[in-house]
């Protein structure tokens, strides 16, 4: 992600899709203290592929010596010099030019970047302390011991010891490839869990492909997800009431910790994000609420070694047979 240097405080500054330079302490992403700049000085945006700074005060902006006044535009590159004021603190170097990217940015200098994908374990699937990952509808959502908090940009995160500001890309880009979500709606999880009920193995199958996603140990906590979905529809249940297990419930039924399921939850959402990113409603494979959890609204059916044990459908209140399916 794009970044600008300043030789003499050794700050480096990653820019936001669009960052404000000026004396308003209030209403700049990067506070200039002199009095030669103005409140407002310019700003750096993210526009068709390219960082492009405008001046917006009195007072000029000056590129590689080159003095922008009240309006003007130009499109930045790497090694630019850009000076906001004459002291020495007002002077920024470019070093990156990259697209906006989320990231937690740590106030300690001397530290790095956390760069986010759409979900990931921090610091690590190793030594987690939580989990972030982005929704289906944008927002940024941090989940620690099991509980949810939906992040804003600017928010403060502790990870390691260490303060992290939350800095999202929110990138709109006329140039930006779009995403094909034709198939989202129609997508069907498909469960084959062994006989004994040691394996089960998930495939991800839409009009326009299948997905094999293997056997895996975290598959077992979503089909154990899927069946009580399942028995509630069977049941009568509405549909916002469906599926809700405590998490307490559903680790002893696993045989884990409640740790280790939340390790899994991430698998699993991580895992599908991965296989179809096209889908964003993957994001919400898994749904919590305070200490509860449940699969999300999507078309599944379960086999269980050669029995069909049943199919579930999100545009109908019960689940529907397998005869009716045919």
């Not at 940015?105 to 986010?116: D, I, R, T, W």
Request: glycine share 6%; proline share 5%; with cysteine.
């Amino acid at each position: 992600m794009a970044a600008i240097f300043n030789a003499a405080s050794g700050a480096l500054v990653l820019l936001s899709t669009e960052h404000v330079f000026g004396r308003n302490g209030a209403r700049s992403d990067t506070h200039l203290a002199t009095e030669d700049v103005s409140r407002m000085q310019a700003s750096v945006r993210w526009r068709n592929g390219n960082w492009v700074i405008k001046n917006h005060g009195r007072n000029p902006t000056r590129v590689d010596g080159h003095a922008l006044k009240a309006g003007d535009e130009l499109t930045l590159r790497v090694g630019h010099l850009l000076q906001f004021g004459a002291a020495l603190s007002c002077a920024w170097e470019v070093r990156d030019v990259s697209a906006p990217a989320t990231a937690l940015v740590p106030l300690n200098p001397g530290l790095c970047p956390v760069l986010l994908d759409r979900s990931q374990l921090l610091p690590s699937a190793e030594a987690a302390e939580f989990s972030i990952y982005q929704t289906p509808a944008g927002e940024w959502v941090l989940e620690s011991e099991g509980e949810p908090q939906e992040l804003a940009s600017g928010d403060i995160v502790r990870l390691t010891g260490e303060d992290y500001r939350f800095l999202a890309a929110n990138v709109i880009d006329d140039t930006a490839d779009s995403p094909d979500y034709r198939s989202a709606k129609k997508a069907v999880l498909s469960f084959r869990v062994s006989s004994d009920e040691e394996r089960v193995r998930l495939r991800l199958v839409d009009p326009l492909s299948t997905v094999d996603l293997g056997e895996r140990s975290h598959h077992y906590c979503l089909v154990t997800l899927a069946r009580k979905r399942l028995a509630d529809a069977k049941s009568g249940f509405p549909t916002p009431d469906q599926g809700w297990l405590e998490c307490q419930q559903l680790a002893k039924m696993l045989g884990i910790e409640v740790a280790h399921l939340n390790i899994q939850i991430y698998r699993i959402r991580h895992q599908m994000m991965v296989a179809r990113p096209d889908i964003s409603e993957l994001a919400s494979i898994v749904e919590r609420r305070r200490r509860q959890v449940r699969m999300g609204d999507f078309a599944f059916e379960i086999q269980q070694g050669a029995r069909p044990e049943g199919h579930y459908s999100p545009n109908s209140i019960r689940p529907f047979s397998e005869t009716s399916a045919r």
